[in-house]
């Protein structure tokens, strides 16, 4: 094996443990600030290019709006399903939907996940094994990190597992095709977002009922 590939497959296993083990044990009021903190620590170290200057922060900007549209769209068809519905009813929210939106998810949870999986992972394992390969490690270790957060919402694993891997795939394609991060964090902010604010609103409808 050769130096870069180990790198790679020990940042992965790094990534899935800390997320896994470490994580959750954050102080909640801490826990953004070190996620933000860490995600661009690893950036750093790893030279990740963010594509965060133009035109490559225009071509993100541009993917990422479309990417953004498309899921609010599926979001607005899905919540017309009923089983959908029920599942937004019964998911546990925090009691600052305000922080949540404007700070936990985009801080907290998409730039640090971006900066790690699609930036510094995407980029080692596509050196170490080629962009496909690169890919598909970065989407597995996107999914095995969520194991602990379907645990505690008593969520299916298997299913959480498969459905944040596809995710993973999905956002490094935005982000590779773009060269930018901008899309794959529009994208994976319109995905939580939309979830939230559809979680909230089923909510608060079934109260004034």
């Given amino acids: 094996m050769r130096r870069n590939q180990f790198e790679a497959l020990a940042l992965a296993g790094a990534l899935v443990v800390l997320n896994g083990v470490v994580d959750p044990r954050l102080p909640p009021r801490r826990a953004v600030a070190v996620r933000a903190v860490f995600g661009a620590a690893l950036a750093a170290a790893t030279r990740t290019q963010l594509g965060f200057r133009p035109p490559a922060l225009t071509r993100g900007l541009r993917t990422g709006a479309v990417a953004a549209a498309v899921v609010a769209a599926g979001v607005v068809a899905a919540g017309a399903v009923p089983a959908v519905r029920a599942a937004m009813a019964a998911r546990d929210l925090p009691d600052a939907p305000v922080r949540w939106l404007l700070l936990d ?105």
């Fill in 105 to 209: 998810i985009p801080l907290g949870t998409v730039w640090p996940e971006e900066a790690a999986y699609r930036g510094a992972l995407g980029q080692l394992g596509a050196q170490a094994f080629g962009p496909t390969g690169g890919r598909l490690l970065q989407s597995v270790a996107f999914g095995l990190s969520h194991i602990a957060d379907a645990r505690g919402a008593g969520e299916p694993v298997v299913g959480t597992v498969v459905t944040t891997g596809v995710a993973g795939w999905v956002f490094a394609l935005l982000a590779e095709r773009s060269g930018s991060l901008v899309a794959s964090m529009s994208a994976h902010l319109a995905v939580n977002e939309a979830g939230a604010l559809a979680a909230l609103l089923v909510q608060r409808r079934g109260r004034h009922r």
